[in-house]
């Protein structure tokens, strides 16, 4: 079991910058690719990026880059840097993670979430 927590959302102006942060639980964390999904009110959960267990990333087109996914294994922490903030970026942020060793864009792939963290872009 994983136990993911989010931390860094708040309440920033357009066009300003946030860090997400994402702790995990689990000792093997490297073994993980770590997802961060966010969703808006009356809107379905959508991919944000991932960073696989090997370093390698994925961005949606809508944040492609704008977003920065890092990962610190010795932290098992993962971070979402958000730059050039828009208010159609507001929504609660996920982070998340499927099985080991697998990497997915789809919220149904991933067997653990965060609690999520609210982000608000203010125009």
């Known amino acids: 079991q994983v136990h993911l927590v989010e931390s860094g959302g708040g309440l920033v102006q357009a066009g300003g910058s946030l860090r997400l942060s994402c702790a995990a639980s689990?000792?093997?964390?490297?073994?993980?690719?770590m997802g961060w999904f966010r969703q808006a009110p009356g809107k379905e959960r959508e991919f944000v990026g991932a960073?696989?267990?090997?370093?390698?990333?994925f961005y949606a087109d809508s944040v492609q880059g704008r977003f920065t996914i890092a990962r610190d294994n010795a932290k098992n922490t993962v971070y979402l840097q958000m730059s050039v903030l828009k208010p159609e970026d507001t929504a609660v942020y996920y982070c998340?993670?499927?099985?080991?060793?697998?990497?997915?864009?789809?919220?149904?792939?991933?067997?653990?979430w965060g609690q999520g963290t609210q982000v608000t872009v203010s125009s």
């Open positions: 998340a993670a499927p099985s080991p060793y697998s990497f997915s864009t789809k919220p149904n792939d991933y067997h653990y």
């Open positions: 689990e000792d093997t964390f490297s073994k993980y690719t």
């Open positions: 960073i696989a267990w090997s370093g390698d990333t």
